[in-house]
Structures are given as C-alpha cells and as structure tokens.
C-alpha cells in the first residue's frame, strides 16, 4: 500500500507562484501524476513524470507555466506553479501510476492506484 500526503496550496494572486509537495510512504512508484479539479468540473489531467524523471508531460493550459519534479531519494514529487491564473483555482492530488505498467507517464486517471487528498489552489484575479 502507497500513502500519498500533499502539501502546499493556498491563496494567491493571479500572476504569483506556488508549489505543492507529495510524499510518499510504502513502496516505490512508478510514473507519478498531478490532478485537478474545479468546482462543478470534471477531475482534470495536469502533469506527469516518468519513474526515473526523465520524461514529463503536461496538459496544453499549463505548458511553459508548471514544473513537475521528483525526487527518488526522497520519495517526492513537486509540481512547481507559476504564472498563476484564476482558471487554475482547483482541488490538486497527485497520484502514484499503478505498479507494474511499462508506461513513462500517462494523463488518465484510471491508470493510477494512489492517490492523496489535495491541497486547495484558489488563484484570485
């Protein structure tokens, strides 16, 4: 079993910075993922890292303005926000890929098996 627990997250203007953490406790993982989700919308893809981090992939509206990262050593992975814009207000969870797939990332939610809880972003105009 895998505990993802998220930090970071809160209030900030459009334009400003933010950066969530997740650590993780059990086993290695696999591909790691980030996630959000809007009031009233569907839970959306974000950004992913390969399990070695080489590889990362984000969804087009965050490209150039977030970063994920990862750190095996410590069983981390950060997803680095700037440029923030009230769009980006949402529920964030990151989420470990299910063990075993040969994949280095994947944007759908049913190919990972942990998942945190979620820090607030709440971006104000």
């Known amino acids: 079993q895998v505990q993802l627990v998220e930090s970071g997250g809160g209030l900030v203007q459009a334009g400003g910075s933010l950066r969530l953490s997740c650590a993780a406790a059990?086993?290695?993982?696999?591909?790691m993922g980030w996630f959000r989700q809007a009031p009233g919308e569907e839970r959306e893809f974000v950004a992913a890292i390969s399990r070695n981090g080489d590889n990362t992939y984000y969804t087009t509206s965050v490209k150039a303005r977030f970063t994920i990262i990862r750190d095996n050593a410590k069983n981390t992975v950060a997803l680095q926000m700037s440029s923030l814009k009230p769009e980006d207000t949402a529920v964030y969870s990151c989420?470990?890929?299910?063990?075993?797939?040969?994949?280095?990332?994947?944007?759908?939610?049913?190919?990972?098996?942990?998942w945190g809880q979620g820090p607030q972003v709440t971006v104000s105009s």
């Open positions: 989420a470990a890929g299910r063990p075993g797939r040969l994949y280095s990332f994947s944007d759908r939610a049913d190919e990972y098996a942990y």
């Open positions: 059990g086993r290695s993982l696999n591909f």
